[in-house]
């Protein structure tokens, strides 16, 4: 058997494998559902990474998933690969009327005023749904920010913005000379919300932003580590001034 590029050839393979193998014969909706949260994730990396010849294969492991799922799902007649695609396009025309019907938009703002208006009239009881609860803290805050925003949910003023994180960080202070923990790590969710709100409002992803100073740190004590095992040390032999030059060396090397 050779690979094509051809979409219902892949299908073909993907339900041969399903009924031949044993073990994707065993495989359930539940049992990958983690391995398809993974598979995105892989194709995030190869994205901040411009990994293009990566994203190729992450792509084409998240096509993978969507068609394994679309097989798990049409073996209990729930639905079929034609009706996933069917249902894909009857949302995509009926949610861009700007682009397949008669209406007007001047900006980007209004056609995600837009979108929510059509999402709502769809049956949706709050535009804040369709925002999974598994989803990352921070991308689920920006998203639940953006979609309030939409609908004209906002600070009016960047200033605004600013008052409320200096606010939410004199309360979190306060809770660190207290002994309550409850209110503490509550004060410290409101403070993360309020800077996921200003990188929203200043045009950063937070997810993104946090994901590059990870790496930056990662980076960085690697780096130490590296240093420091060329010359037969351990970390916790090692004192913090010596694993700090380090670590600067490494910003001026990497950043």
Not at 86 to 113: G, M, N, W, Y
Not at 210 to 229: A, C, D, G, S, V
Request: aromatic letters at 8%.
């Amino acid at each position: 058997m050779e690979a094509t590029s051809n979409f219902y050839d892949l299908l073909n393979l993907v339900q041969t494998l399903r009924k031949e193998c044993p073990w994707d014969r065993k495989q359930t909706h539940e049992s990958i559902k983690d391995n398809l949260i993974e598979e995105a994730y892989e194709a995030v990396e190869a994205i901040d990474k411009q990994e293009f010849d990566e994203l190729r294969k992450e792509l084409g492991d998240l096509l993978l998933h969507v068609i394994f799922q679309t097989i798990m799902a049409s073996e209990s007649q729930h639905f079929t690969i034609q009706e996933v695609i069917q249902t894909l396009q009857a949302k995509l025309i009926r949610r861009h009327p700007h682009v397949f019907e008669d209406v007007e938009v001047d900006s980007e703002e209004e056609v995600a005023q837009n979108w929510e208006e059509i999402k709502m009239k769809e049956g949706k009881k709050s535009v804040l749904d369709g925002i999974p609860n598994p989803l990352p803290a921070l991308i689920r805050a920006q998203r639940m920010q953006e979609k309030a925003s939409n609908v004209g949910f906002d600070w009016p003023e960047s200033d605004d913005v600013w008052d409320k994180v200096e606010e939410e960080m004199e309360e979190f202070r306060i809770t660190l000379s207290e002994k309550d923990e409850n209110a503490r790590e509550n004060e410290f969710g409101d403070l993360l919300f309020s800077l996921v709100n200003m990188a929203r409002y200043t045009g950063i992803d937070a997810e993104d932003s946090l994901r590059q100073t990870n790496r930056k740190f990662e980076n960085r004590f690697r780096y130490i580590e590296k240093k420091l095992e060329e010359q037969n040390q351990s970390l916790n032999n090692t004192e913090l001034e010596e694993m700090d030059r380090y670590w600067n060396e490494a910003k001026e090397q990497h950043d």
